[in-house]
Nanobody, 126 residues
Framework: QVQLVESGGGLVQPGGSLRLSCAAS????????IGWFRQAPGKEREGVSC????????YYADSVKGRFTISRDNAKNTGYLQMNSLKPEDTAIYYC???????????????????WGQGTQVTVSS
């Protein structure tokens, strides 16, 4: 059974850091691009970051550039999103998803991504 499970969310103060993990089971991640998306209450889903299967292409939303870092460890079959300098506007449910090989133009819409995790809540508040 193909499954993605996110973890690492929680409550953090502004300026703090969290590292989200996306553990895959039922398939191997090394042939897939990994995307991170988020959805805040009352807002549309937003593409946060994506890394291609080859690691050659990495994308970030403008709102997180310089603060977030996406990575993957194929040996552990896990993807990561390191989030630093967190802001209250980063509060959302964060989802990981996979697409075949590349992120693709328009990756942030999420339409190419076939498998999705259940999400992990990130709350940035003092």
């Amino acid at each position: 059974q193909v499954q993605l499970v996110e973890s690492g969310g929680g409550l953090v103060q502004p300026g703090g850091s969290l590292r989200l993990s996306c553990a895959a089971s039922g398939f191997t991640l090394d042939g897939y691009a990994i995307g991170w998306f988020r959805q805040a209450p009352g807002k549309e889903r937003e593409g946060v970051s994506c890394i291609s299967a080859s690691d050659r292409s990495i994308y970030y939303a403008d709102s997180v550039k310089g603060r977030f870092t996406i990575s993957r460890d194929n040996a552990k079959n896990t993807g990561y999103l390191q989030m630093n300098s967190l802001k209250p506007e980063d509060t959302a449910i964060y989802y990981c998803a996979t697409a075949r090989r590349v992120c693709g133009i328009g990756w942030s819409s999420g339409s190419r991504f076939e498998s999705w995790g259940q999400g992990t809540q990130v709350t940035v508040s003092s």
